[in-house]
């Protein structure tokens, strides 16, 4: 006789699961229901500046969502841990001093929606965004953006660390599970360079690896142990009119 809203806590996995529903002080009226929790994945469209939605279960089918959200120079995403929310950047290869960075909850009752929106935090274009528990970073075409995630409806920037002079276009970046490592990938020099990363910013480290020629993409594995670069492509983010020899 009752109707129950709830909000699904966002580490719950996709598909069907089980709710259980505990009445205080009921002699036999508790229950456990079966409710379908939904997942998203995120595309983005920067040239008809609009996100896309993909839903997925715990089955090897996807759907396109009727939704789409407007989102202007849409290019590069990254979905926090959690899943609970989507990071929108403005990765246009233009210099822009207030490129726009877009947060989505991705848990927000029947369909995503637009939490925050703001040009406060880089120097565009944005080139990648990785993130780990509270926190983001930001590559941008200076430096690196580190964002305090802690409250996804106000997040904010701690401060930007530069890169040294030889690496200023950093077009992808790694941090490990718990957010304090970080590893950024110099496009123009061929190297990968480390940073410490915490809410007081990031700080390059004297580690640096020498990579193969033409290195475009760097991931970090779930253990925070291991880095894979994949070479031999060009220069990753960068269009591939810009020729620089790579």
Same mark, same amino acid.
Request: charge should be negative; proline fraction near 6%; aromatic fraction near 8%.
């Given at each position: 006789?009752?109707?129950?809203?709830?909000?699904?806590?966002?580490?719950?996995?996709?598909?069907?699961?089980?709710?259980?529903?505990?009445?205080?002080?009921?002699?036999?009226?508790?229950?456990?229901?079966?409710?379908?929790?939904?997942?998203?994945?995120?595309?983005?469209?920067?040239?008809?500046?609009?996100?896309?939605?993909?839903?997925? *279960? %715990?089955?090897?089918?996807?759907?396109?969502?009727?939704? /789409? +959200? &407007?989102?202007? =120079?849409? #290019?590069?995403?990254?979905?926090?841990?959690?899943?609970?929310?989507?990071?929108? *950047? %403005?990765?246009?290869?233009?210099?822009?001093?207030?490129? /726009? +960075? &877009?947060?989505? =909850?991705? #848990?927000?009752?029947?369909?995503?929606?637009?939490?925050?929106?703001?040009?406060?935090?880089?120097?565009?274009?944005l080139f990648d965004i990785a993130t780990a528990v509270d926190i983001a970073l930001v590559a941008d075409a200076a430096g690196l953006n580190v964002v305090d995630l802690t409250d996804p409806y106000n997040p904010y920037s701690v401060g930007l660390t530069f890169y040294p002079i030889e690496d200023l276009a950093a077009t992808d970046v790694e941090l490990?599970?718990?957010?304090?490592?970080?590893?950024?990938?110099?496009?123009?020099?061929?190297?990968?360079?480390?940073?410490?990363?915490?809410?007081?910013?990031?700080?390059?480290?004297?580690?640096?690896?020498?990579?193969?020629?033409?290195?475009?993409?760097?991931?970090?594995?779930?253990?925070?142990?291991?880095?894979?670069?994949?070479?031999?492509?060009?220069?990753?983010?960068?269009?591939?009119?810009?020729?620089?020899?790579?």
């Amino acid at each position: 006789s009752e109707t129950l809203r709830v909000r699904v806590p966002p580490r719950a996995t996709s598909g069907q699961q089980d709710l259980d529903i505990d009445f205080p002080e009921d002699d036999g009226g508790d229950a456990e229901v079966p409710i379908w929790v939904k997942r998203y994945a995120v595309t983005t469209d920067a040239f008809h500046d609009k996100v896309s939605f993909i839903s997925f *279960g %715990d089955h090897p089918e996807f759907m396109l969502e009727g939704q /789409t +959200l &407007t989102v202007e =120079d849409a #290019t590069t995403v990254e979905i926090t841990g959690d899943g609970a929310t989507a990071i929108v *950047g %403005d990765g246009r290869w233009d210099i822009n001093l207030t490129p /726009t +960075l &877009t947060f989505i =909850d991705l #848990t927000a009752d029947f369909s995503p929606a637009v939490t925050s929106v703001t040009t406060d935090i880089g120097l565009g274009p944005l080139f990648d965004i990785a993130t780990a528990v509270d926190i983001a970073l930001v590559a941008d075409a200076a430096g690196l953006n580190v964002v305090d995630l802690t409250d996804p409806y106000n997040p904010y920037s701690v401060g930007l660390t530069f890169y040294p002079i030889e690496d200023l276009a950093a077009t992808d970046v790694e941090l490990t599970p718990d957010g304090t490592l970080a590893a950024v990938l110099g496009t123009f020099d061929d190297t990968v360079r480390f940073y410490d990363v915490g809410f007081n910013g990031a700080t390059l480290l004297g580690d640096v690896v020498q990579a193969a020629d033409g290195i475009q993409d760097v991931q970090i594995t779930d253990d925070g142990q291991y880095a894979y670069v994949l070479s031999g492509g060009g220069e990753g983010a960068i269009p591939p009119d810009l020729d620089l020899g790579n």
